[in-house]
């Protein structure tokens, strides 16, 4: 990822308090033209049988050690309204075998899960458990099928036991486990990560298993299945121009993977909230590279598929950073702070500038692991900022994205600088308007004089802000609000603009 350019203001100047720094900005918003709908799906979920993520995350034991779904996780997850959850991995999903989570679970067998901590899976949750856990939070699933170690039967079974509507072997079978009705998922990973942890394939191989995997799942009445493939990692353009290439025909989403990693992937990740400006600039630089990946993923699919009727997906984002210590290996338990609520933002902003053709993303992961939207302690639940973020840009959903110009300025750090400035403006079903902004600059405050082309701006209805004096500002189990929005009325229109502080180091939400 290219450096941008310098500006003559450097970090290493003593800097002035952030209350006499300001800096003023253009933002023009076209209420008259679209940018496209900003799919609901893009604010997806996912779901893995990875550390506390299911036991011990969406459920928990109740007083019989039965596993029972977490009515505090489902109610705050509602409140977000998520799109979409998909499950059962990641790298799990190639190591499930779906028979193994139905029927009596003192009949399901135990399996080590290898790949996250090697504890014991007793199969507890499987189909009918997720199903109804996507059942009370009223969301779509997304079901990852095994390709890795699976055969194209286990895959096309699975698909017959969720979906068939009428008389067959697997939904006899579903019925005996006490679901007479079909489900009706039709959104369907056929495999996952298929370049490393699903098989450690070469394109064109899986390219050829992945049309084979996917010819058996067979439409019925009731659904037809929205075939996802496994997507590049990073910037591995190569494995794109061959799956598109290769399967494009059969595809309907191609799933690309990239997390925002600060440090060394290998050797040493950053720490999640033990780290300094340098660290915050770091991880800020990691956040744009997605652009990049989106822009040029893009205009290879545009090449095989100019009606644009494949989906980018970006099925796992978000920050990886080493481990909280003390917590189990292999769990991915981490801390969220301001600095990864603002890279959230930031990418959500990135994926709206890419609507034609990105529709559906799934941050990594929803409960306990990675940039998860909640973190939970025994009884005890908290909300990350991240979650806040959700919830803030719930406005956008299914919304009519505005085109944009911003001027974003440039946050400089040791020499090198980024755009300061982030933001989406739509309007909803109801033709009320929303513009985000995010400020990412941890020092100074960023006004922003929007002109509304098209409309007289007479004030705004509602502002949130998200904000913190430290940039690694969290919330904890002794503390779970000191990170959260708060209302913001410093929004004010002056002729014909609506003028905007963004106070540094945060994300606002405005209504008009
Ligand atoms: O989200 C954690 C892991 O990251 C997933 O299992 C895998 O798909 C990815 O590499």
Same mark, same amino acid.
């Given at each position: 990822?290219?450096?941008?350019?310098?500006?003559?203001?450097?970090?290493?100047?003593?800097?002035?308090?952030?209350?006499?720094?300001?800096?003023?900005?253009?933002?023009?918003?076209?209420?008259?033209?679209?940018?496209?709908?900003?799919?609901?799906?893009?604010?997806?979920?996912?779901?893995?049988?990875?550390?506390? +993520?299911?036991?011990?995350?969406?459920?928990?034991?109740?007083?019989?050690?039965?596993?029972?779904?977490?009515?505090?996780?489902?109610?705050?997850?509602?409140?977000?309204?998520?799109?979409?959850?998909?499950?059962?991995?990641?790298?799990?999903?190639?190591?499930?075998?779906?028979?193994? +989570?139905?029927?009596?679970?003192?009949?399901?067998?135990?399996?080590?899960?290898?790949?996250?901590?090697?504890?014991?899976?007793?199969?507890?949750?499987?189909?009918?458990?997720?199903?109804?856990?996507?059942?009370?939070?009223?969301?779509?699933?997304?079901?990852?099928?095994?390709?890795?170690?699976?055969?194209?039967?286990?895959?096309?079974?699975?698909?017959?036991?969720?979906?068939?509507?009428?008389?067959?072997?697997?939904?006899?079978?579903?019925?005996?486990?006490?679901?007479?009705?079909?489900?009706?998922?039709?959104?369907?990973?056929?495999?996952?990560e !298929?370049w490393g942890?699903?098989?450690?394939?070469?394109?064109?191989?899986?390219?050829?298993?992945?049309?084979?995997?996917?010819?058996?799942?067979?439409?019925?009445?009731?659904?037809?299945?929205?075939?996802?493939?496994?997507g590049a990692a990073g910037d591995d353009?190569?494995w794109?121009?061959?799956?598109?290439?290769?399967?494009?025909?059969?595809?309907? +989403?191609?799933?690309l993977h990239h997390?925002?990693?600060?440090?060394?992937?290998?050797?040493?990740?950053?720490?999640?909230?033990?780290?300094?400006?340098?660290?915050?600039?770091?991880?800020?630089?990691?956040?744009?590279?997605?652009?990049? =990946?989106?822009?040029?993923?893009?205009?290879?699919?545009?090449?095989?598929?100019?009606?644009?009727?494949?989906?980018?997906?970006?099925?796992?984002?978000?920050?990886?950073?080493?481990?909280?210590?003390?917590?189990?290996?292999?769990?991915?338990?981490?801390?969220?702070?301001?600095?990864?609520?603002?890279?959230?933002?930031?990418?959500?902003?990135?994926?709206?500038?890419? =609507?034609?053709?990105?529709?559906?993303?799934?941050?990594?992961?929803?409960?306990?692991?990675?940039?998860?939207?909640?973190?939970?302690?025994?009884?005890?639940?908290?909300?990350?900022?991240?979650?806040?973020?959700?919830?803030?840009?719930?406005?956008?959903?299914?919304?009519?994205?505005?085109?944009?110009?911003?001027?974003?300025?440039?946050?400089?750090?040791?020499?090198? !600088?980024?755009?300061?400035?982030?933001?989406?403006?739509?309007?909803?079903?109801?033709?009320?308007?929303?513009?985000?902004?995010?400020?990412?600059?941890?020092?100074?405050?960023?006004?922003?004089?929007?002109?509304?082309?098209?409309?007289?701006?007479?004030?705004?209805?509602?502002?949130?802000?998200?904000?913190?004096?430290?940039?690694?500002?969290?919330?904890?189990?002794?503390?779970?609000?000191?990170?959260?929005?708060?209302?913001?009325?410093?929004?004010?229109?002056?002729?014909?603009?609506?003028?905007?502080?963004?106070?540094?180091?945060? =994300?606002?939400?405005?209504?008009?």
């Amino acid at each position: 990822m290219k450096r941008l350019s310098t500006l003559l203001l450097t970090a290493s100047l003593a800097l002035p308090t952030a209350s006499a720094l300001a800096e003023t900005h253009r933002m023009t918003i076209d209420t008259q033209g679209s940018a496209g709908e900003i799919s609901r799906h893009l604010y997806g979920q996912f779901a893995e049988h990875l550390g506390r +993520g299911i036991y011990d995350g969406f459920w928990k034991k109740d007083d019989q050690g039965e596993y029972v779904i977490r009515q505090d996780v489902v109610e705050a997850l509602k409140a977000i309204a998520i799109p979409n959850l998909r499950w059962p991995g990641g790298c799990f999903a190639d190591y499930y075998f779906w028979q193994h +989570g139905i029927g009596p679970k003192e009949e399901r067998p135990s399996v080590v899960n290898n790949l996250w901590g090697g504890v014991t899976e007793n199969n507890a949750v499987g189909t009918h458990e997720f199903m109804a856990l996507v059942d009370e939070l009223g969301t779509e699933p997304v079901v990852v099928g095994n390709v890795g170690s699976g055969t194209v039967q286990d895959m096309a079974d699975w698909w017959q036991y969720m979906n068939h509507p009428g008389e067959s072997p697997m939904s006899r079978l579903r019925a005996e486990n006490g679901r007479e009705a079909p489900w009706n998922v039709e959104y369907w990973g056929v495999g996952n990560e !298929s370049w490393g942890c699903g098989g450690n394939m070469r394109p064109e191989y899986y390219a050829d298993l992945y049309r084979r995997y996917a010819t058996y799942l067979h439409p019925y009445e009731n659904v037809r299945p929205f075939r996802v493939a496994a997507g590049a990692a990073g910037d591995d353009y190569h494995w794109t121009e061959v799956m598109m290439k290769r399967a494009g025909d059969m595809i309907d +989403g191609l799933d690309l993977h990239h997390y925002t990693i600060q440090g060394d992937w290998v050797t040493q990740k950053g720490q999640a909230v033990d780290f300094d400006e340098s660290d915050w600039f770091e991880l800020m630089e990691r956040t744009q590279e997605m652009e990049e =990946l989106l822009t040029r993923h893009i205009a290879i699919m545009d090449k095989y598929d100019p009606e644009q009727r494949v989906w980018l997906i970006v099925g796992e984002w978000g920050t990886w950073h080493e481990q909280e210590e003390g917590s189990i290996p292999g769990f991915l338990y981490q801390q969220n702070t301001l600095r990864d609520a603002l890279t959230a933002s930031v990418t959500l902003d990135t994926f709206h500038r890419h =609507l034609d053709r990105v529709k559906m993303a799934n941050i990594a992961q929803t409960v306990n692991v990675l940039q998860a939207m909640i973190l939970t302690d025994g009884e005890q639940m908290i909300l990350t900022p991240t979650y806040h973020v959700f919830d803030m840009y719930q406005v956008h959903h299914d919304a009519q994205a505005f085109p944009i110009a911003l001027e974003t300025g440039e946050y400089t750090y040791a020499s090198q !600088s980024l755009p300061a400035l982030s933001g989406t403006a739509s309007r909803d079903n109801e033709g009320r308007i929303h513009i985000s902004l995010t400020n990412i600059d941890p020092h100074m405050t960023r006004t922003v004089e929007i002109e509304l082309k098209g409309i007289d701006v007479t004030g705004v209805t509602r502002g949130r802000i998200l904000v913190a004096d430290e940039m690694n500002a969290h919330n904890t189990f002794d503390d779970p609000d000191k990170l959260m929005p708060r209302p913001y009325n410093r929004a004010h229109v002056r002729g014909d603009k609506l003028i905007v502080p963004v106070p540094a180091k945060s =994300l606002i939400t405005l209504e008009l």
